[in-house]
Every structure is written in structure tokens, then in C-alpha cells.
């Protein structure tokens, strides 16, 4: 309860109660927003898992193609360039995994 006399005389009154006087209901209510706060973990836990699943499935799949590749010696290289020395020296550079060779020193019969 509280009351207020404003400066006419007039008197205001508030008064509340609670319906809930052993707080039965306050603790249902946070031991459900508990559990719902354990369910979302339990979403994002399962989320995660996938993802780390699907994450390691890929990583697996690129380790097989790979192998895959070495084995039977088909590779794609993809080479830009502005002539075909430029270009050239980019696919033996990627081809061999060594950097590309000085343009002095790199002779191309074409």
C-alpha cells in the first residue's frame, strides 16, 4: 500500500498483492525457464555436432579425391596471363610446385 497528497489535498492510493504468497507459481515458472534454457543448448549442441559432422564428412570426401588424384595423375590447373611466356611459366611453376622460373632464363619454342 502507498498513498500520495498532492498539493490540492487530494489523496492517491496504490495497493497490490500478489496471488502467489508461498511462490509456488514464481518457482514454476523458473524451473521452466530453465528447462527451455537447457533445450536451446541442447539445439545448439545438436547443430554444432551436425556441422562438425558434416565439416569432417567434407574434409574426408577432399582427402579421397585427392588421393584419388594421385593415383591416377589427373590434375586441373587453372593459369591466367596476358601471353602465352607468362602463362607457360605459370603452368610449369604449378604443375612441378616450384616457383616460376626467371623470364631471362625460360625459353619457350612455341
Not at 521452466?32 to 543448448?41: A, D, G, L, Q, W
Not at 559432422?53 to 588421393?67: D, N, V
Amino acid at each position: 500500500l502507498s498513498y500520495k497528497v498532492d498539493e490540492n489535498g487530494n489523496i492517491s492510493v496504490a495497493i497490490s498483492g500478489t496471488n502467489d504468497p508461498d511462490g509456488k507459481i514464481a518457482k514454476e515458472n523458473a524451473e521452466r525457464k530453465v528447462k527451455e534454457n537447457r533445450e536451446k543448448e541442447e539445439k545448439v549442441k545438436e547443430k554444432r555436432a551436425a556441422k562438425k559432422a558434416e565439416e569432417e564428412k567434407a574434409a574426408k570426401q577432399r582427402a579421397e579425391k585427392s588421393a584419388e588424384r594421385k593415383e591416377t595423375g589427373d590434375y586441373t590447373l587453372s593459369i591466367t596471363g596476358n601471353d602465352v611466356k607468362s602463362m607457360t611459366q605459370s603452368l610449369v611453376a604449378e604443375s612441378v610446385s616450384i616457383s616460376a622460373p626467371d623470364r631471362s632464363s625460360f625459353d619457350i619454342k612455341a
